[in-house]
DNA sequence: TTCCGTTCTTGAACAAGATTAAGTTTTTTG
DNA sequence: CAAAAAACTTAATCTTGTTCAAGAACGGAA
């Protein structure tokens, strides 16, 4: 199951043989199952996660006591607080699976080490940011420029698996609204 | 005036007198005026741009006709399209000074040359990048659990300097309201 | 200084989505 | 299988922010 994690190294950089061993040595499996946590609000993060496959949210509670989604991280994904991770500061956020998981564990002294005998893993991990950075500036424009209803629906067409997936209140506030929102839009289709 | 990016760089990475020689040999210095473009909507950006002083927008044009203004860059900040950068297609943004700026331009091929001579420099650019994306997360929060009053007065409360140099039309389009609304929020404190 | 373009303000009518509070369906668990 | 918990729906009312349209203030250039 280090394959998944290869294979995606090898997406976007060159590394060999010796370099893949090595990685998979320091590289801890792990088995999530839904409604567990790997990081608590208040705890200090202290790996980094790829998820081999399952389902993730990461969320914090707001101020009116309600839970708000600001990620999902599935199949192929990592998913960290890099805040709480880089400071080693007490994280805001709760990442809990949703799904019966496996993700690959790597801990920020272990990722460290790998990134010195391994330089083009750094390469990988801006890459890699680069990608969801354009990702979130689009994203901002979404929620900008569309309406509830047009979001929920171009989500929708972008990954019809996932809204499958994950339960509508959540899906909801991932999108930003409510769900009695998000039944209304529903309703409204038939 | 190459000086404010090593400074940047050493707040994060250490380079030594070699490599900041290497880097201040292929940086261009560049003036921009007030409403002058770095990169076009449909353009290819081929640059990473370093703002040494000054202030730009980055900006696309919604299906209404109207610019959503998606960040802004102010010293010491980088500014580009990683998108239409890394892949070399047309982007969709807009890059516009909103100030007479001055910048480090970091051509695509001499950023390649020197993340291969300086390994560093993809370090200090995943970290940029992570703090970035976390910044992002917190945005994407706001934007759901805040109201637009909230939204203006935290970030009067967190750029007051900021709040002062851009037209309140623009400042209105970063927040995601119109600019009629922001009078009126504005209205409502006096 | 005057003019012109840009930016900012005000108000009325309207729309999108929140809130509240039931009630219904589905899923989980003892 | 029954009971409880979790997830989803519906509808009435209320808020936040939009749209449109007009006018006022500001800033820069001739």
Chains 1, 2 share one sequence.
């Not at 010796?18 to 990081?39: A, D, G, S």
């Not at 994904?77 to 690959?104: C, F, G, R």
């Not at 990954?159 to 609204?177: C, D, K, N, T, W």
Request: glycine share 4%.
């Amino acid at each position: 199951m280090h394959e998944s994690l290869l294979a995606h190294f090898r997406r976007y950089i060159s590394i060999n043989d010796h370099e893949e061993k090595i990685i998979c040595k320091h590289v801890t499996y792990r088995v999530v199952n839904n409604k567990e946590y790997i990081l608590k609000e208040g705890q200090v993060c202290h790996a980094n996660y790829f998820i081999v496959k399952g389902c993730f949210r990461m969320y914090l509670s707001t101020n009116t006591g309600t839970e708000q989604i600001i990620q999902f991280g599935i199949d192929n994904w990592w998913i960290t607080d890099y805040t709480s991770l880089e400071m080693q500061k007490p994280s805001i956020y709760t990442i809990q699976a949703v799904e019966n998981s496996e993700i690959l564990v790597i801990d920020k002294r272990i990722q460290e080490e790998l990134f010195s005998t391994i330089p083009q893993l750094e390469r990988y991990f801006r890459i890699i940011l680069q990608r969801i950075h354009s990702a979130y500036l689009m994203r901002i424009h979404y929620i900008y420029n569309m309406s509830g209803e047009e979001r929920y629906n171009h989500f929708n067409g972008m990954f019809p698996e996932f809204v499958q997936r994950v339960p509508q209140y959540m899906l909801a506030s991932y999108l930003g609204f409510t769900p009695e929102f998000l039944s209304k839009i529903r309703a409204r289709k038939s």
